[in-house]
């Protein structure tokens, strides 16, 4: 069955530090691959997607990531922590043509100062 | 601005009352979708919808119904609300790049 699979439920970083937060799916086929971000009382914002071509791709605020084919994953990485960025993030793939839409059950990001 | 919008965004019910969360977007999206976030779960996807009067199962169809009459707007309905749909909904449209823009949310509570 199709699953995305994000190892840590929270990850705890200082302010400026480098982040990376892990997600592994798994599919038949390389899927459409996004990570969102959901602050506290909000809805989820497109951080950045992959669809093809190059394997490392760069969104909002920062965030990048990178796609490996032969591990099946998806991480998210950002060079130097803000305190803006303590949130819980998502991975998700579509799936069926892009039609369904599989969460990962999110990493909790902590920011100390 | 372009967004999606729910209402209500809080409702406490009683079971087996019946009930329909609104939703509509205002950017011309053919697709739109429901989805349920509980702790631990992340986002699970109830149904979609390609376009008008197109609709499909997602993940966790169970206790829901979806209508999508015109393209803006696509109701979920609890016909008869148990307490274990309890949780948060949210609505989401998507556009053509597959970005999926979501509403604020829906927090529902069963008793």
């Known amino acids: 069955a199709q699953s995305v699979t994000q190892p840590d439920i929270h990850i705890t970083v200082s302010e400026g530090a480098s982040l990376e937060l892990r997600c592994n799916y798994s599919?038949?086929?390389?899927?459409?691959l996004f990570w969102y971000v959901q602050s506290p009382g909000q809805g989820l914002q497109l951080l950045l997607k992959y669809f093809s071509g190059d394997t490392l791709v760069q969104g909002i605020k920062g965030f990048e990531a990178e796609f490996k084919r032969s591990q099946s994953s998806f991480n998210l990485r950002k060079p130097s922590v803000h305190w803006s960025d303590a949130a819980e993030y998502f991975c998700a793939v579509g799936i069926g043509g892009g039609f369904k839409t599989i969460f990962g059950a999110g990493t909790r990001l902590f920011v100390k100062a | 601005e372009a967004q999606v919008t729910q209402n209500p965004r809080y409702l406490i019910t009683v079971t087996g009352k019946k009930l329909t969360v609104t939703c509509s977007q205002n950017m011309n999206h053919e697709y739109m979708s429901w989805y349920r976030q509980d702790p631990g779960l992340g986002l699970r996807q109830i149904y979609y919808s390609m376009n008008v009067e197109v609709t499909d199962k997602g993940d966790v169809p169970e206790g829901y119904k979806v209508s999508r009459k015109e393209k803006r707007n696509f109701p979920l309905i609890l016909e008869s609300p148990s307490p274990n749909q309890t949780s948060l909904y949210f609505c989401a449209s998507r556009d053509n790049s597959y970005e999926q823009y979501f509403g604020p949310g829906t927090r529902l509570t069963v008793t």
């Open positions: 599919y038949g086929a390389t899927p459409y």
